[in-house]
């Protein structure tokens, strides 16, 4: 997966996150965020031929310690993008959220993304 893939899939998470039915229903988004981020966390660890006893188990323990404080991180950025586009469209009634993330999508696609 590209880097712009994975970009473009983030905008999948915000748009979610602004729909708000889909985060009134926890179980849905939770399910829908689980597909974007699909192929996105996925990590190979080289451990050598053959590796060490227990070297496995200790290194899938630390890459799910890691990843579950990556979700939080990332509830935490979602929950300040609902505040932020709640002041947003108080201040602009008019605006269309989607449209504009929907835009940026189309603009990283555009762009050479290193």
């Not at 748009?15 to 708000?20: A, K, R, S, V």
């Not at 399910?31 to 966390?41: E, P, R």
Request: aromatic letters at 8%.
């Amino acid at each position: 997966m590209d880097k712009v893939e994975i970009m473009q899939r983030a905008l999948g998470v915000l748009m979610l996150t602004y729909d708000h039915e889909a985060a009134e229903a926890g179980d849905d988004l939770r399910a829908a965020l689980k597909v974007l981020q699909q192929g996105v966390f996925s990590y190979e660890v080289a451990l050598g031929e053959p590796p060490a006893p227990g070297t496995e188990e200790v290194v899938k323990q630390a890459l799910d310690q890691v990843l579950s404080q990556f979700a939080w991180f990332t509830a935490g950025f979602m929950f300040a993008f609902r505040g932020v586009v709640q002041a947003y469209e108080n201040d602009c009634p008019d605006v269309d959220v989607k449209e504009v993330l929907r835009a940026l999508a189309i603009q990283l696609a555009e762009r050479n993304v290193e």
